[in-house]
C-alpha cells in the first residue's frame, strides 16, 4: 500500500511498517504496517522484537510533528 495511504489510515500514530518500495531517494514509498500505537514507546518495543530480520523497516508518525516532539535518527 502506498505510504501516503498508511499515514491517512492511521492519523496521529506511530507506525512500524514494512517496506516494500523506495524511491530513487531511499524514502519509502510503499509498504505494509506491521504495529502502529499512539504511543512512539510502544513502536520501539515491538521493533526489538524483529531484531535480527533482514528486513526494511521504517518508523513514521502519521499526523503533524508538534512544536514539543523531536526527532532522532
Keep these: 500500500m502506498p505510504i501516503r495511504e498508511l499515514l491517512k489510515q492511521y492519523d496521529k500514530e506511530w507506525l512500524l511498517i ?7 531517494n531511499w524514502e519509502p514509498v510503499e509498504g505494509e504496517v506491521i504495529f502502529h500505537s499512539p ?26 510533528y508538534l512544536e514539543e516532539m523531536a526527532v532522532l535518527l
Excluded: N, T
Design 18 to 24: 514494512k517496506v516494500h518500495k523506495f524511491d530513487e
Design 39 to 64: 504511543s512512539d514507546a510502544e513502536v520501539g518495543r515491538e521493533m526489538l522484537k524483529h531484531k535480527g530480520e533482514h528486513l526494511d523497516f521504517a518508523v513514521l508518525y502519521a499526523g503533524e
